[in-house]
């Protein structure tokens, strides 16, 4: 028994007389096919079944056969099964837009500010000199103490300048009593000559020893006014309120006075209240803030007290209220910056001169204003952009002109986008320039309440 395969690819048991009836055509009849088959001769089929071939022969040609039949049903099978791929179409379901939270920008009654850094520094710092020269005497304060205008600070011993006083004393009333003579003869004189008996040069010469007299009587004045100065500079007070520094000269220290060369440095006073603020501004802030002044929208520094808050570099809400009283009268060449100073308040003191500070000016009155999550604004290289959702569903990239961030983390914005656009504030990395989205409507909120709804 022998298997043999049926035309769908089935197999059956065989006998072996089935096997003998199954035998392949010659080459001939293959090459001719099946059609040519009944015009042969009834010789030449006598004479093929006379000269069959040998069994190997046979079971080549079964082989080839069976072959063949495998080629052929595979063929059917791969057409069957592509052009059912082919024809048939695919069931599979695409995934849904991505979802993404949309929110309308939030409108607030604001007003607009730019921030600047500054650093503070005295309204009246002082160094404290020796204006005449001696040992000194005494320190009559601690270092850092808090002072008060005319508070004793040093003393210079005052011995050689009491002597001095004196002398000038003694001198001015010698040349008092020098000029009593010189009047008292000139009176006399005066007299003699009515009466001719005095000469006109006698005379002359009595009124040259009463002007002689006089001046002298002045300059001893004079003296006594220097000596009596001196001896007032050998107390050295305090010539503004303010903290001391710390004293550069201990007492038995030699210390060099007078109003030019180099003169002992004794110590320095700063005054605290009020305190400055001084900061640079760039020439493009400065021409914005001008062509906000030309428009009307805000004033004028030269001309009014523009008043502005400050901040210490630790806080974090702007505690410091004060005004801009001057502006420089020119934009410093190597920088390209114009300085500013605002000056503020300090009655507790808390303020020390050289700290740094911020501050900020008003760019504008109180409008309403956009404002829109700092975390939804797009970078394109230059650009600023927010994604927004358009009513066919799609994405919508807007080019927008943004103003700073307020206090409570929102995103002014200038131009770009109105109050009624659907603005992308989470899910920006699924959201794609004209993809379809799934929007989730959300809430533009900051992360605190700014104060007195202003921006910084």
Request: cysteine-free.
């Given at each position: ?57 046979r079971r080549r040609g079964m082989g080839l056969v069976v072959l063949l039949l495998l080629v052929v049903a595979l063929a059917a099978v791969g057409y069957r099964y592509w052009g059912f791929w082919q024809t048939e179409p695919t069931t599979a379901a695409a995934p849904p837009p991505p979802a993404v939270t949309v929110a309308k920008p939030l409108v ?349």
């Amino acid at each position: 028994m022998t298997e043999k395969r049926n035309r769908n690819g089935s197999s059956r048991r065989a006998s072996r007389g089935e096997e003998d009836e199954a035998e392949p055509p010659s080459e001939e009849t293959a090459a001719r096919g099946p059609d040519a088959a009944p015009d042969r001769s009834v010789e030449e089929r006598e004479a093929q079944t006379t000269a069959a071939p040998p069994a190997p022969a046979r079971r080549r040609g079964m082989g080839l056969v069976v072959l063949l039949l495998l080629v052929v049903a595979l063929a059917a099978v791969g057409y069957r099964y592509w052009g059912f791929w082919q024809t048939e179409p695919t069931t599979a379901a695409a995934p849904p837009p991505p979802a993404v939270t949309v929110a309308k920008p939030l409108v607030r009654e604001m007003q607009e500010w730019s921030d600047f850094t500054g650093q503070f520094e005295a309204r009246e710092a002082v160094e404290i000199r020796a204006r005449v020269s001696g040992y000194l005497e005494s320190v009559n304060f601690t270092d850092g103490q808090i002072v008060k205008k005319g508070d004793l600070l040093f003393v210079i011993e005052p011995k050689p300048f009491e002597l001095a006083l004196q002398t000038a004393k003694a001198q001015l009333s010698q040349a008092e009593a020098q000029l009593d003579l010189s009047k008292a003869q000139l009176d006399r004189t005066a007299q003699l000559r009515k009466n001719e008996y005095a000469t006109q040069e006698t005379y002359d010469e009595r009124v040259a020893q009463v002007s002689i007299a006089t001046a002298a009587r002045d300059s001893a004045k004079a003296a006594v006014d220097q000596a009596q100065l001196n001896l007032d500079y050998t107390r050295v007070t305090a010539p503004v309120s303010g903290r001391m520094g710390r004293h550069e000269v201990s007492v038995g220290n030699l210390v060099m006075g007078g109003i030019t060369g180099n003169t002992t440095l004794l110590t320095t006073i700063v005054s605290l209240d009020p305190i400055w603020l001084t900061f640079n501004v760039s020439e493009g802030d400065g021409m914005t803030y001008k062509r906000l002044v030309a428009k009307g929208e805000i004033k004028s520094p030269r001309d009014n007290l523009v008043q502005v808050q400050g901040q210490l570099m630790d806080e974090k809400s702007w505690t410091l209220k004060g005004t801009i009283d001057f502006v420089d009268n020119q934009y410093d060449r190597s920088s390209g910056t114009i300085r500013v100073r605002a000056a503020f308040p300090n009655p507790d003191l808390f303020i020390t001169p050289g700290q740094f500070g911020r501050v900020r000016v008003p760019m504008s009155q109180d409008r309403p204003t956009i404002l829109v999550p700092d975390a939804a604004v797009v970078t394109d290289q230059s650009t600023k952009m927010l994604f927004t959702f358009s009513a066919d569903g799609t994405v919508v990239p807007k080019p927008v002109e943004l103003g700073p961030v307020t206090d409570d983390g929102l995103r002014v914005v200038h131009s770009g986008i109105t109050a009624d656009d659907q603005v992308i504030i989470n899910g920006l990395l699924r959201a794609r320039p004209g993809q379809k989205v799934t929007p989730e409507q959300g809430k533009v909120e900051g992360s605190g309440s700014a104060p007195s709804g202003k921006a910084p």
